[in-house]
């Protein structure tokens, strides 16, 4: 089988036909014992293990105490429509190689978008720089790492032209136009991204992954009189063409014109300090803004998170369960290896109340002397590794929904968010509510819109009373930015009761 | 690459794409490098080098529009690359209203030097960025015992970008930057850890204020401690210059000629009316000499111009690029803002400060967002609270909450200290009778 190495650099997923996809046998040009696996991300690299050593070899020649390599390929694909009709398309390609050297908690950093051998090398001179010594590395030897498999999919979107994606973007516009009168505009899209990895370190740790996600949103814009309102829909997955379906699209397009509806009515609560009831799912950005970046160890190291001396202590009511999850299938926030070619996990942040572990990068967890706990993460080649979140969540609680509500005599309840921020040593964080609900002697009553929400991380925690057993995850398009890196996450949330947090309103 | 390495390859580029099945193409192709050192606890903590090299091409195919950008530069990739795209493109819906600019509009060449680079970029000694960094940390290291963690960085970094349309356009630019930036927490009350960034900026490494990042980041981060949330109540606000843009953005985003087009703009059919207060009149203005937005073209090859935005309160354009123009049937004048200078009133910031009996003065924003199509805002804030003129005590954890149109036509008075490290100048500004959140 004749394979053209070079068409998988090139390939961008736009053209009709399809493209070449990873070749399953390739003739071994080295005799280092390596699986065929590993030996065809070698070749999508165009790369041999001995050129792996002599890069880690420059590395650590000024006396770093290790290092890595992040070879990355990603093929990005996307798709618009606006005014009725898909008429425009984005692609990009991205490959290169990041290189890392650590001496003690010291990182040195320079990547590569071209990995011939002195391209490489000269970065790692680079990166080696951190270190300012003599080199007393000696070559380990390979160990082969086999990546997890959380996300199984059919159908590479690689293997997928515009041609059949186009029908589904263009039917979700049709699906909206069709639901509601007042629709004026629409505004929808998918984004495919197919990313191969491949990690070695100067452990001999060899491993890769293949990383497929798809995005799929829609904007609904409804006028009423001269009220104008819009709101949208959104799913990310890592899956494959096998997702997108008829029903899909149906799903979004009823949410995006159920949502912007009632908006027609929304109105603002009173300003002030009052209780608030997350519903299911999206609520779980209270989690990742109040809780998750402070439980970054990469804060807590250099003591400046508001939980720094928190750990093994009572942050929360006792049949409180947070996790911070890398493992679940298909999931956005989901990654077979972290970017330090780690195996994720399933980690425990609060267990019973009590706050159980950070989320550790390899940095992090060698000053804590635990096991990395695969939340080392970077955007891209182009940057080095930080603690991040992945998918972050709350278990069910003993409470049902109906305690809940009827808990509450004047409050809020919202289920629909845009974006949040905080303040990792004040503490401080925020959520905008898109839309919600005032609660009056336990009821929903009012809409409410586009407020935000401000809250103190270790007092919103110790403030949440009441968790139902309703717990869901929220598949939407979340990204979290840190460091001017953006990661994909997912978040999710059973109904719970904050007894108190400030929301924003009018004093009138 | 040179500029001239990135000419060739920009045309050979078009060329191909014209070959190939396009009828319009514009290539873009950049070389961005930078470096950073990060210091802390007086050793090196990151290092950080990087060059970056892409190619960007739009496509008009057959009235059908795409665009592509890749990093995989080299000729064999980059044909298969545009040939691939050009089929996809195919299979786009037609779109009339894609084309590239009327050349009549293009920057003919011959315009002044903007300032925008340093010549020397390449010559400052790299021992001296290190010394740079470690001097902001010392400045501050062990003089409080309420320190926590200080970490100083120094940056610098280099963008080259050449252009070619195939109706008749080439343009080039170049910008540097060089930076220094203190991060310091310091303990608080209880567990609190508040911490302050202060940072300096320059185009030329000459002009980069080398001292004062420490001390500043210091003095802001204990100013902080023992921060608390007060009473809601609707009082003055005064908004620091560092941080205006967040509640001016969303006026700015509202001209924008795709928010007019699709219906997600407060400012919709507004031209000539008045909107704001009075006392806001704004000028973009992209010539100013080492103005950080200033540009002699835009992202389309459009000749820039000095324009008014709003005068005495009256909207005088939107931002409008050709594509836009086209389906609004309006005249394109750039889609994207360059300098936005103000016309300042005669108070500096503490006589703004002095002249408010009971406001709080807006530091710092935490979260939040506004509603394009209704201008509707909510944002968290930090900051102080001002009484009889005087500033009292750090607040925190607040929200602010109304509507665009309303705090715009609110502008109490426009201030003197117009910040000139930003394309955006922003001076502070003073706002009545806002909605705040808090106990």
């Known amino acids: 089988m004749k394979v053209d190495r070079r068409d998988f650099i090139k390939t961008s997923g736009m053209f009709a036909a399809g493209s070449m996809v990873l070749p399953p046998f390739v003739q071994s040009c080295q005799n280092v014992q390596i699986s065929a696996d590993v030996k065809s991300y070698l070749d999508h690299f165009e790369v041999t293990t001995e050129m792996l050593q002599k890069v880690i070899a420059t590395a650590m020649s000024k006396g770093g105490d290790y290092?890595?390599?992040?070879?990355?390929?990603?093929?990005?694909?996307?798709?618009?429509?606006?005014?009725?009709?898909?008429?425009?398309?984005?692609?990009?390609?991205?490959?290169?190689?990041?290189?890392?050297?650590?001496?003690?908690?010291?990182?040195?950093?320079?990547?590569?978008?071209?990995?011939?051998?002195?391209?490489?090398?000269?970065?790692?001179?680079?990166?080696?720089?951190?270190?300012?010594?003599?080199?007393?590395?000696?070559?380990?030897?390979?160990?082969?790492?086999?990546?997890?498999?959380?996300?199984?999919?059919?159908?590479?979107?690689?293997?997928?032209?515009?041609?059949?994606?186009?029908p589904f973007v263009q039917k979700v516009n049709d699906k909206i136009f069709g639901l509601d009168e007042k629709v004026i505009k629409v505004n929808a899209g998918m984004s495919d991204e197919s990313s191969y990895v491949m990690f070695y370190n100067s452990e001999g740790r060899l491993t890769h992954d293949y990383r497929p996600m798809i995005s799929f949103y829609a904007v609904c814009v409804m006028q009423d009189g001269e009220q104008i309102e819009n709101a949208y829909s959104a799913r990310s997955v890592r899956r494959g063409f096998e997702w997108l379906t008829d029903d899909l699209v149906d799903e979004l397009a009823n949410e995006a014109v159920e949502k912007t509806n009632l908006l027609f009515k929304a109105g603002k609560p009173k300003a002030g300090e009052m209780p608030v009831v997350l519903g299911a799912g999206g609520s779980g950005i209270l989690l990742h803004e109040a809780i998750g970046h402070t439980f970054e160890a990469d804060f807590n190291r250099k003591g400046t998170s508001i939980f720094s001396d928190k750990l093994n202590k009572k942050v929360a009511e006792n049949f409180i369960n947070i996790i911070d999850d890398g493992t679940l299938p298909n999931d956005r926030g989901a990654i077979n290896i972290d970017d330090e070619g780690n195996d994720v996990q399933k980690t425990y942040l609060v267990k019973d109340g009590i706050l159980n572990s950070y989320l550790h990068d390899r940095i992090s967890a060698k000053y804590y002397g635990v096991e990395p706990t695969g939340n080392?993460?970077?955007?891209?080649?182009?940057?080095?590794?930080?603690?991040?979140?992945?998918?972050?969540?709350?278990?069910?609680?003993?409470?049902?929904?109906?305690?809940?509500?009827?808990?509450?005599?004047?409050?809020?309840?919202?289920?629909?968010?845009?974006?949040?921020?905080?303040?990792?040593?004040?503490?401080?964080?925020?959520?905008?509510?898109?839309?919600?609900?005032?609660?009056?002697?336990?009821?929903l009553t009012t809409p409410i819109k586009d407020i935000n929400i401000v809250g103190n991380g270790p007092q919103a925690l110790a403030d949440i009373s009441m968790a139902a057993n309703d717990y869901k995850n929220d598949s939407g398009t979340w990204t979290c930015g840190k460091d001017g890196q953006s990661v994909p996450v997912t978040l999710g949330l059973p109904t719970v009761l904050v007894k108190k947090m400030t929301v924003g309103g009018t004093n009138a | 690459m040179t500029k001239e390495e990135k000419y060739t390859l920009a045309k050979w580029a078009m060329n191909h794409a014209l070959e190939n099945g396009a009828q319009e193409v514009s290539v873009n192709i950049s070389n961005n490098q930078s470096s950073s050192i990060e210091v802390r606890e007086e050793k090196i903590d990151k290092l950080e080098q990087a060059l970056q090299s892409n190619l960007s091409i739009r496509l008009f195919v057959d009235k059908k529009y795409s665009s592509h950008s890749t990093s995989r530069l080299n000729k064999e990739d980059l044909a298969r690359f545009i040939e691939e795209a050009i089929e996809g493109t195919k299979?786009?819906?037609?779109?009339?209203?894609?084309?590239?600019?009327?050349?009549?509009l293009y920057y003919k060449g011959d315009g002044p030097d903007l300032g925008s680079l340093d010549k020397n970029f390449g010559n400052v000694d790299p021992e001296e960025k290190i010394q740079a960094a470690f001097a902001a940390e010392k400045e501050i290291l062990g003089s409080n015992e309420r320190i926590i963690s200080v970490s100083s960085s120094y940056y610098d970094g280099l963008n080259e970008r050449v252009m070619v349309n195939s109706n008749g356009f080439e343009g080039d630019t170049a910008n540097s930057y060089f930076g220094l930036y203190t991060n310091v927490s310091v303990k608080g009350d209880g567990d609190a850890r508040p911490e302050f960034g202060w940072g300096e900026t320059a185009i030329k490494y000459n002009e980069l204020k080398k001292t004062g990042t420490g001390t500043t980041a210091l003095k802001r981060a204990l100013d902080k401690i023992g921060a608390k949330k007060i009473e809601s109540g609707?009082?003055?606000?005064?908004?620091?210059?560092?941080?205006?843009?967040?509640?001016?953005?969303?006026?700015?985003?509202?001209?924008?000629?795709?928010?007019?087009?699709?219906?997600?703009?407060?400012?919709?059919?507004?031209?000539?009316?008045?909107?704001?207060?009075?006392?806001?009149?704004?000028?973009?203005?992209?010539?100013?000499?080492?103005?950080?937005?200033?540009?002699?073209?835009?992202?389309?090859?459009?000749?820039?111009?000095?324009?008014?935005?709003?005068?005495?309160?009256?909207?005088?354009?939107?931002?409008?690029?050709?594509?836009?123009?086209?389906?609004?049937?309006?005249?394109?004048?750039?889609?994207?803002?360059?300098?936005?200078?103000?016309?300042?009133?005669?108070?500096?910031?503490?006589?703004?400060?002095?002249?408010?009996?009971?406001?709080?003065?807006?530091t710092g924003f935490n979260g939040g967002n506004s509603n394009g199509s209704t201008g509707d805002f909510s944002y968290g804030i930090e900051g102080f609270l001002v009484e009889n003129g005087e500033i009292v005590k750090p607040v925190t954890e607040m929200n602010i909450t109304g509507n665009m149109k309303t705090l715009w036509a609110n502008v109490g008075e426009i201030g003197n200290d117009v910040r000139e490290d930003s394309s955006w100048r922003t001076p502070s500004i003073l706002f009545n009778d806002v909605d705040f959140s808090g106990l």
């Open chain 1, 376 to 443: 080392g993460r970077r955007e891209s080649f182009r940057h080095m590794p930080l603690p991040r979140m992945r998918s972050t969540y709350m278990e069910n609680g003993p409470h049902t929904t109906e305690e809940i509500f009827a808990a509450v005599d004047y409050g809020v309840y919202v289920d629909n968010f845009s974006n949040g921020e905080v303040k990792i040593g004040a503490g401080d964080f925020t959520f905008f509510v898109k839309s919600g609900y005032i609660i009056e002697n336990g009821k």
């Open chain 2, 91 to 104: 299979y786009l819906s037609e779109d009339e209203f894609r084309t590239l600019p009327d050349p009549e």
């Open chain 2, 234 to 362: 609707t009082m003055p606000m005064i908004v620091e210059n560092r941080v205006v843009s967040r509640i001016f953005s969303p006026l700015m985003n509202a001209l924008d000629g795709s928010a007019i087009q699709q219906k997600n703009s407060f400012l919709i059919d507004k031209l000539g009316e008045k909107v704001a207060s009075e006392k806001l009149t704004l000028t973009d203005d992209p010539f100013i000499i080492g103005g950080r937005g200033s540009r002699l073209f835009d992202g389309e090859g459009i000749a820039t111009k000095k324009r008014s935005v709003f005068e005495k309160g009256v909207l005088k354009r939107y931002y409008i690029d050709t594509y836009y123009g086209k389906k609004l049937e309006m005249e394109p004048n750039s889609g994207a803002t360059t300098n936005l200078v103000f016309e300042t009133g005669d108070k500096d910031l503490d006589a703004l400060i002095t002249s408010v009996k009971k406001g709080i003065f807006v």
């Open chain 1, 67 to 166: 290092a890595d390599l992040f070879f990355e390929h990603k093929i990005t694909n996307s798709l618009a429509l606006e005014d009725g009709k898909v008429n425009r398309a984005y692609s990009n390609i991205d490959f290169g190689v990041g290189i890392r050297v650590l001496k003690g908690d010291q990182t040195g950093f320079a990547y590569s978008e071209n990995i011939a051998l002195d391209d490489m090398l000269n970065a790692a001179k680079m990166a080696a720089n951190i270190a300012n010594s003599s080199s007393n590395f000696n070559a380990a030897d390979y160990n082969e790492k086999l990546p997890a498999n959380y996300y199984k999919i059919s159908k590479k979107w690689e293997d997928v032209s515009v041609k059949d994606k186009v």
